[in-house]
């Protein structure tokens, strides 16, 4: 056990040590409050640029709503081309989910056009910039529909198949979708795994889980 002799002595220790380094510790505290003062004012600015990305996406979107009815109007067409080069614009400057918004309008632009190879790909943007965030599925579902509406079965059945991996209403959906594209081809093993995937993963999907086991039924018949 340690004297009280040696405790004072420890103390003077520690002052004398202070006392030596105390410009070189005052400046280290200095440069750790700077530094967390700059992190606190730098996601203070964060923050503000999100907010700001955030309503200028729902402007975007306010323009899109009063258009998407009469894109295909001839008389609308340079308002739809300036609304297509605003979202391009915006969306190439802005990641996360403002930017992932204005590429998912920009491919709704695109696929009110019925312009179906540029709508996917500006899915699949949307779907790169908004990665990790709920919106992420929801684009691969329309990217899948856009492929699909180009007769391309094998990307399509890749977009299907990404957004039915995510937990969101529609995985039943996409990954029913990648056994109907299958059944298309005639690829009938792979229909059948994916028809058993979705009763298996998502076995309160009523709907869709009767619906695949009926087309398994139906298969196993042939």
């Known amino acids: ?55 200028a996406a729902e402007e975007l979107n306010g323009r899109y709503e009063a258009l998407r009815f009469n894109i295909g109007d001839g008389s609308k067409e340079a308002e739809a081309g300036a609304l297509l080069e ?31 190879a540029e709508a996917e790909q500006a899915w699949i943007r949307a779907a790169e910039s908004a990665s990790k965030t709920y919106f992420e599925p929801i684009v691969f579902f329309h990217a899948g529909r856009a492929a699909e509406e180009q007769g391309n079965t094998e990307s399509a059945i890749a977009h299907y198949a990404k957004s039915a991996s995510f937990s969101f209403p529609s995985a039943a959906r996409a990954q029913f979708s990648v056994g109907r594209l299958e059944e298309g081809r005639n690829n009938t093993e792979a229909a059948l795994e994916a028809y058993r995937t979705l009763v298996s993963k998502f076995p309160f999907e009523i709907t869709w889980v009767n619906m695949a086991r009926t087309r398994i039924i139906v298969l196993q018949l042939k």
């Open 1 to 55: 056990m340690s004297t009280t002799a040696e405790k004072y002595g420890l103390s003077e220790k520690i002052a004398v040590f202070i006392q030596n380094r105390r410009k070189p510790l005052v400046l280290c505290l200095g440069v750790i409050v700077l530094a967390a003062a700059c992190i606190i004012a730098a996601l203070g600015i964060m923050s503000v640029l999100r907010k700001n990305a955030i309503a």
């Open 86 to 116: 605003d979202l391009l614009s915006f969306a190439g400057k802005n990641r996360g989910l403002a930017g992932g918004r204005a590429w998912a309008l920009a491919a709704s632009v695109y696929a009110d056009k019925k312009e179906w």
